[in-house]
T-cell receptor, first 115, second 110 residues
Framework: GAVVSQHPSWVICKSGTSVKIECRSLDFQATTMFWYRQFPKQSLMLMATSNEGSKATYEQGVEKDKFLINHASLTLSTLTVTSAHPEDSSFYIC???????????FGQGTRLTVV | AQSVTQLGSHVSVSEGALVLLRCNYSSSVPPYLFWYVQYPNQGLQLLLKYTTGATLVKGINGFEAEFKKSETSFHLTKPSAHMSDAAEYFCAVSNNDMRFGAGTRLTVKP
């Protein structure tokens, strides 16, 4: 149980285009989902927290207009990187929870490369 | 505010030797503490967690960690390292959200 699926696992896009990453909880209802960004050889940095049916709460310094997060259902959250640029290239990881962050389960991550 | 400090960005041990990865935390409320392992280009796998109760927590793959409130520590140990343990390890503290340490890369020498 407690499986979180993230799709795609990797994506290459052209500069200026938008990319959508999906995060699905397969066997539980995720009331809260978290999105992280990880640069090479660095730790995970929390980008935003989203609760089903509510607007996401973004961490300081994260551009909400650039990183659009939608949590429209209890099993799906999406992160859209709008007008992507090479500096947005990174590893993005989601986690999902039905009872707070201490029970969050992680997706396998998405490697985004913007060329 | 809560935060985690992992001492040592890189730890190298011989196969069969003791593994000790250090983690100190800061939290204004009783913390929930976690250790995760990450293999290249993959997500995070939970090794173990401390929420309440017994301070010595046993996890998967032979790992364990002890919560020491007086030392604000949650160090991860394994009695005998295996080659497959080579990975990146993250300590995390959670209250309303989860914050990660910088990570420790474990190398296991044959």
């Amino acid at each position: 149980g407690a499986v979180v699926s993230q799709h795609p696992s990797w994506v290459i896009c052209k500069s200026g285009t938008s990319v959508k990453i999906e995060c699905r909880s397969l066997d539980f209802q995720a009331t809260t989902m978290f999105w992280y960004r990880q640069f090479p050889k660095q730790s995970l940095m929390l980008m935003a927290t989203s609760n089903e049916g509510s607007k996401a709460t973004y961490e300081q310094g994260v551009e909400k207009d650039k990183f659009l997060i939608n949590h429209a259902s209890l099993t799906l959250s999406t992160l859209t990187v709008t007008s992507a640029h090479p500096e947005d290239s990174s590893f993005y990881i989601c986690s999902a929870s039905d009872r707070g962050p201490y029970e969050a389960f992680f997706g396998q991550g998405t490697r985004l490369t913007v060329v | 505010a809560q935060s985690v400090t992992q001492l040592g960005s890189h730890v190298s041990v011989s196969e069969g030797a003791l593994v000790l990865l250090r983690c100190n935390y800061s939290s204004s409320v009783p913390p929930y503490l976690f250790w995760y392992v990450q293999y290249p280009n993959q997500g995070l796998q939970l090794l173990l967690k401390y929420t309440t109760g017994a301070t010595l927590v046993k996890g998967i793959n032979g790992f364990e960690a002890e919560f020491k409130k007086s030392e604000t520590s949650f160090h991860l140990t394994k009695p005998s390292a295996h080659m497959s343990d080579a990975a990146e390890y993250f300590c995390a503290v959670s209250n309303n959200d989860m914050r990660f340490g910088a990570g420790t890369r474990l190398t296991v020498k044959p």
